[in-house]
């Protein structure tokens, strides 16, 4: 098992489609110390991971790409979000016992599938549609000939060690044929969850396409990255008004945040609040007119 935390782009050369290829090894690992997942759990958010890293790769932004499913049923919520830097972070919020049964509709209960793009600068992009087919691939597939009218497969695989992903897409503006799409669309659907997860991608190319035209470009290496910082937490804390704050250090003696995707502590004590405070009003109250 090679290609360990690579993103892969390939393009069919006199078919004007192109292709992602995935790996999240040592990236999927920092995610799954966060939290201990029940297999149940695990196996989606590892698609999930999978399917923005591939996703981000397909426009051009500086931002992030977060997908969000979310439902009534065991498994309330699932986030993955990657970045422009090939940074990608997740984590997944269910109660009670998930069942084995991979339908989605088992698994979310009735829910939706919200895709935004968080661009550094400008407003973010929102896009929401059901939840909706036997796999989460499915969601995904729906939205993109919905939201996008862009032709859009993935095929996604987990486990314990690796998450990845393939996907094809029809390049915006060329005039594919319908019958080569129909073709590569046909010859990819091969893949199983095991050659996804072992095979390098190089090797995983070629025992799919290997009577295609494929060019295979170097891959970029993916990381995971929470974003998480004392600032940001210090803006939730900043939120909570400092009545509610001055509440919590009477009867706690600090307050304690813990980032949900890296459990990466935060403490602020009564020294640490005033100043946060004391900043906020600086910066709110105008300047004297004399």
């Known amino acids: 098992m090679t290609d360990s935390d690579t993103l892969s782009r390939f393009l069919f050369e006199h078919a004007g489609i192109r292709g992602n290829l995935v790996h999240l090894d040592a990236s999927w690992q920092a995610v799954l110390s966060a939290h201990e997942y029940p297999e149940t759990v695990r196996n989606p958010l590892g ?161 799919l396409f290997h009577e295609e035209s494929v060019r295979l470009f170097e891959p970029d290496p993916m990381a995971f990255r929470c974003g998480c910082s004392r600032t940001r937490i210090e803006n939730t804390v900043k939120l909570l008004g400092e009545n509610e704050v001055d509440s919590i250090l009477a009867e706690q003696g600090f307050i304690q945040v813990i980032c949900e995707f890296c459990n990466r502590e935060y403490r602020f004590d009564s020294v640490d609040t005033r100043q946060i405070f004391a900043e906020h009003t600086r910066h709110e109250t105008p300047a004297s007119q004399h």
Not at 47 to 58: D, F, K, N, R
Not at 59 to 79: C, D, E
Not at 144 to 154: A, D, I, M, N
Request: glycine share 8%; charged share 20%; proline share 5%.
């Open 47 to 207: 698609e999930a991971l999978a399917a923005v890293a591939l996703l981000s790769a397909t426009i051009k932004f500086n931002g992030s790409l977060i997908l969000q499913a979310q439902g009534s049923g065991p498994i309330r919520t699932l986030v993955a979000q990657a970045t422009h830097e090939h940074t990608v972070r997740g984590l997944a919020r269910w109660s009670g016992e998930v069942p084995a049964e991979q339908r989605l509709d088992a698994r979310f209960g009735e829910g939706r599938l919200v895709l935004t793009v968080e661009h550094e600068t400008g407003e973010p992009y929102q896009g929401v549609v059901p939840l909706e087919g036997q796999q989460l691939s499915e969601a995904i597939e729906r939205y993109f000939g919905q939201s996008e009218q862009l032709p859009t497969r993935l095929w996604l695989a987990s486990s314990a060690d690796r998450a990845a992903g393939l996907l094809l897409q029809r390049m915006p503006g060329s005039e594919t044929i319908d019958e080569d799409w129909e073709r590569i669309c046909m010859l990819a659907a091969t893949v199983t969850p095991e050659e996804l997860v072992e095979l390098p991608s190089d090797q995983l190319l070629h025992r």
